[in-house]
């Protein structure tokens, strides 16, 4: 019943029994039984139809929020969303790595409480990089964030501020916010690509999620595109993520102008070197700068081939592309598509629509949220008696 009403809005009394198959006394007494508790409440009469005009519930989002934290290697960003999924507000911080990082993450969490004074937390999901134990919330192993090995993330955030805490790869976050708020709304089958200074993979198949047998599904970056490669930090050679993530865009022009050759990213930076990041390359590939130009056309070609494995692979019906790479629009795009066409099979590729996503930066922590809401719709395991059509004694 509440998911019927999570999914259509307000809704009578007669429309939920109609879509459950339950008894209408049933239907009546829970519904009212959810009014007590807080869950939905009474919204003004919908439309008549002839008799007495019906009752209409919807969820109340008054129930309290729930909140999602994206971990990110440079911002840590919080949002806050009711029951309803809406958008509340947000906090973003620059991310403290090492040791600190969960403290970081706690006070991003305290000052968007504060600032939007909320009372009651429904409970925190929070979405970062690296080998996770979801189940356990620990962090197992995040070379990116300063050498993290079995951190107690869940442990530690769920003592602090006492709701249940949620862990998920970032990716895979990102997947189950465009499922909830963004592009795949109506897609129960479709793949999300996290380009940034990482790059991840989230992978939902029927409208679940696909962890794999012990949570490495999707490490997309980790797929070796040129074995003579540089060191990931992962350990092995050549990774796609050690060759074309925004981190290794923002490295390869660094080290490029560091060895003289000439750009205008160093004007654009005022000789700052390390301020150059993948932004800057992409700018000035936009404007014409052969350095940059040639460092895009190389990471396109490689990120091609990841998506072509991908496409091969999968032979996905929707593709969302997210993260801050993405968001350079056509002058990376515009070359990954081109090689696209030599590197994936022409039937699949020729099925699948790649699509940017609408929900910027912000997508991640939304993700996160959902892992809280998805724990408050799922079913609670309510077991109906044999032999009946569904009716509850
Ligand atoms: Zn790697």
Redesign the pocket.
């Known amino acids: 019943m509440l998911n019927f009403i999570r999914r259509m809005g307000p809704s009578s009394v007669p429309q939920v029994t109609a879509a459950t198959g339950l008894d209408r006394k049933v239907v009546t007494s829970v519904l009212r039984q959810l009014d007590r508790e807080g869950l939905v409440r009474q919204k003004e009469l919908g439309a008549s139809t002839g008799g007495r005009r019906p009752r209409l519930f919807e969820l109340d989002p008054q129930f309290g929020i729930a909140v999602g934290v994206d971990i990110g290697l440079t911002h840590t960003r919080a949002v806050a969303v009711n029951i309803k999924g809406e958008l509340i507000g947000g906090q973003t911080t620059e991310t403290v790595t090492g040791e600190r990082l969960i403290e970081g993450a706690i006070e991003t969490i305290e000052m968007l409480l504060t600032k939007l004074r909320i009372t009651r937390m429904l409970g925190i999901g929070v979405a970062m990089a690296g080998l996770l134990d979801p189940e356990r919330t620990l962090v197992i192993f995040s070379p990116k964030f300063g050498n993290l090995k079995n951190l107690p993330l869940g442990k530690i955030i769920g003592e602090r501020f006492g709701v249940p805490v949620y862990l998920e790869d970032n990716a895979r976050a990102m997947a189950l916010g465009e499922k909830e708020f963004g592009l795949a709304r109506e897609t129960d089958n479709f793949l999300c690509v996290n380009l940034a200074t990482g790059i991840g993979l989230g992978i939902v198949i029927n409208g679940q999620l696909y962890r794999g047998a012990s949570n490495c599904a999707g490490e997309l970056?980790?797929i070796v595109v040129e074995p003579a490669g540089p060191r990931?930090?992962?350990?092995?050679y050549g990774?796609l993520?050690?060759m074309a993530s925004g981190l290794a865009i923002a490295r390869q022009a660094q080290d490029a102008l560091q060895q003289g050759v000439a750009s205008s990213m160093r004007e654009m930076v005022k000789g700052r070197l390390e301020n150059i990041t993948a932004k800057t390359v992409c700018q000035a590939a936009k404007a014409g700068d052969k350095l940059a130009f040639t460092i895009i056309e190389k990471a396109a070609d490689y990120l091609a081939v990841g998506l072509a494995a991908v496409i091969n692979l999968f032979n996905p019906e929707v593709i969302i592309l997210a993260g801050g790479l993405s968001l350079a629009g056509d002058v990376i795009w515009e070359p990954i598509n081109r090689r696209l066409k030599v590197h994936a099979l022409e039937m699949p590729l020729s099925k699948v629509t790649i699509v940017f996503s609408e929900l910027g930066e912000l997508l991640g922590a939304l993700g996160a949220t959902t892992l809280v809401l998805n724990r408050i719709f799922e079913p609670t395991g309510l077991v109906l008696p044999k032999g009946e059509k569904g009716e509850i004694v």
Do not use: D, F, I, K
């Open positions: 970056g980790h990931c930090v992962c350990g092995n990774c993520e050690v």
